[in-house]
C-alpha cells in the first residue's frame, strides 16, 4: 500500500520480497474470494459492528482485498476514510461514499494507488476513527507488523500516539501471512488483530 524503502534492516526487505513473491502468484479468483471472507469476519468484530469512523484503504494487486469490507461499511452508514499519499510519503485522508468517490492516481513512477477524489481532511483525521486498518505482509505472534517499507502507516501511529487515540489496529492478511516472528524495529507498534480469510488472531 505505502510505497518506498523505510530505514529499516535487509531481514525486512528479504521478507517483503518473499510475501510479495507468494501474493504475486495468486489468481484473482482467490484474491476475489479472500477479500469477500475478509469482508464477512471483519464486519462480525465487535469493534468494527460498533464503529461509526473506520479509516481503511483500497487494495491494489493481489493485497487482501478490501473493497468489499469497504461497500459494506457505507452501506451500514459507518464513516469511512482513505488515504492519499502525500509527496514525503507521510498520509492525507478523504471519504469514501462509493466506487465513484475513488480516483486513479499515479506517484511517480510507482503503481498507481486508489485515492478519495473530494476534498482532503488533514493528515490528523485519522485520529478520530474507532478503527484503524493497516496494511501489511505479514503479522508475528507478538502482533508486529510488516508493512511495505514506506513508512506511512509508522507516521499513523505516531499520530495516533501523540493524540492520545485509541483505535483498534487491525490488519487484513492471508492465513499463511501469519507468522511466527517478524523483525521490529523501537519505533515498531503492535496491532490488536489479524484478520484472515479463516479467522481472526487477537493480540492485545
Known sequence: MTLGEHADGPGKRALRREFLMVRGGLAADDVRAAGEALAARALALPEVAGARTVAAYVSVGAEPGTRALLDALCARGVRVLLPA????????????????????????????????????????????????????????????????????????????????????????????????????????????????????????
Open 85 to 204: 499519499l502525500l509527496p514525503d510519503n507521510d498520509l492525507d485522508w478523504g471519504l469514501y461514499t462509493g466506487g465513484d468517490s475513488l480516483a486513479r492516481v499515479r506517484h511517480g513512477g510507482r503503481m498507481a494507488l486508489w485515492e478519495p477524489a473530494g476534498g482532503r481532511l488533514g493528515p490528523d483525521a485519522v485520529t478520530g476513527a474507532d478503527v484503524v486498518l493497516l496494511p501489511g505482509l505479514a503479522v508475528d505472534g507478538r502482533g508486529m507488523r510488516l508493512g511495505r517499507g514506506g513508512g506511512s502507516y509508522d507516521r499513523v501511529l505516531a499520530r495516533l500516539e501523540r493524540a492520545g487515540a485509541r483505535p483498534a489496529l487491525l490488519v487484513l492478511l492471508y492465513d499463511r501471512e501469519v507468522v511466527a516472528h517478524v523483525p521490529a524495529e523501537p519505533h515498531d507498534r503492535p496491532v490488536d488483530a489479524v484478520v484472515t480469510p479463516s479467522g481472526v488472531h487477537r493480540f492485545r
